[in-house]
C-alpha cells in the first residue's frame, strides 16, 4: 500500500515521509525545530470500516479516540442539546446556515457557530497530539503537516452487503441507504470547507478493505503514521483540553 501525494502520486511511505526524530539536531539555516503533532483523522465511505479501524489505532498507538466521543463533547461546550448537535453531524442539510434552537437554558447555535466550535475544537486536539479523529472534515480543518490524513474505501456493492446483512433488509433498501449516507458525507465537507471529500489528493494514505481485515488495515495506517512522525506519544489528559467560548 503505497502514499497518494499531493499530485495524486502513489509513492513509498519511507520514502515520503523520512523525518528526523523527536531530539535530533534542528536545521542550522533556521535554527528551529521541527514539531511533530502526532494526530491521525480518518475520513471514510460509510459501510467501509472507517470507525472500526480508527478504533484499533487508538488502541494500539493509545491515542484518544474522537468519533462520537466529539459530538458529545461538543454539545457539551455549546451548552446544547447532543441530539441537536448528532442532527447537524455530517448531515446534508442547510443547517450550516440556520440558526437552531437549543433546549438548554433557551440558549441557541448558528451553523456558523457550530462550524467555529468544530474548528477550534480539531485545532486544540491536534495542538495536544495523541489523537485519532474519525470523519468530521478533520483532514480539511488542519494543513496537510499536522496529521497523518487517511482514507477508508471501499467498492459500493461490498458496503452494502455489509449493511444489508447487518440490518437485515434487503440489496435495494440497503443501496438507497449508503447512498444517502455517502451524499450526507460528501454535502457536508462541501458546506464545511468546500472540499470534495472523495478526492484522493486530500489523503495521505488511502485504504480499501475490501480484502483487508479491520486489523490488517489499521495495520497498514500504524506503519504510515510510525514511517512519517517517528516515535509515538501519548495523548495529554482531557481536562487540560481549554474550555471554548461560542
Known amino acids: ?18 523525518r528526523p526524530q523527536r531530539g535530533s539536531e534542528p536545521q542550522q539555516s533556521t535554527g528551529k525545530v521541527e514539531t511533530f503533532p502526532r494526530i491521525i483523522t480518518i475520513s471514510r465511505e460509510f459501510g467501509a470500516g472507517g470507525s472500526r479501524v480508527a478504533s484499533h489505532v487508538a488502541a494500539e498507538l493509545g491515542f484518544q ?4 466521543e466529539l459530538i458529545t463533547y461538543l454539545a457539551r461546550k455549546a451548552e446544547a442539546d447532543v441530539q441537536l448537535i448528532r442532527a ?4 446534508q442539510r442547510d ?3 440556520d440558526v437552531i434552537s437549543t433546549s438548554i437554558h433557551g440558549g441557541r447555535i448558528s451553523g456558523g457557530k457550530y ?15 495523541g489523537a485519532v479523529i474519525v470523519g468530521r472534515g478533520a483532514n480539511f480543518l488542519l494543513r496537510p503537516d ?3 490524513r487517511v482514507r477508508v474505501v471501499c467498492p459500493f456493492r461490498e458496503r452494502v452487503e455489509r449493511y444489508g446483512a447487518r440490518e437485515r433488509i434487503d440489496w435495494a433498501r440497503a443501496a438507497r441507504y449508503v447512498r444517502s449516507k455517502d451524499r450526507e458525507r460528501e454535502r457536508f465537507a462541501k458546506q464545511l470547507c ?38 509515538r506519544q501519548q495523548a495529554a489528559p482531557m481536562e487540560e483540553v481549554p474550555s471554548l467560548r461560542l
Open 95 to 97: 443547517l450550516l446556515d
Open 65 to 68: 479516540l474522537w468519533d462520537h
Open 1 to 18: 500500500m503505497g502514499i497518494v501525494n499531493q499530485r495524486g502520486q502513489t509513492v513509498a511511505v519511507a520514502a515520503q515521509w523520512a
Open 88 to 91: 447537524i453531524d455530517e448531515r
Open 146 to 148: 499536522q496529521a497523518l
Open 194 to 231: 468546500a472540499e470534495n471529500s472523495s478526492d484522493p489528493v486530500h489523503y495521505d494514505l488511502i485504504v480499501n478493505t475490501l480484502d483487508l481485515s479491520e486489523q490488517s488495515a489499521a495495520g497498514l495506517v500504524i506503519s504510515a503514521y510510525q514511517a512519517r512522525f517517528g516515535d
Open 115 to 129: 462550524r467555529g466550535l468544530l474548528t477550534r475544537t480539531i485545532a486544540e486536539l491536534s495542538e495536544r497530539g
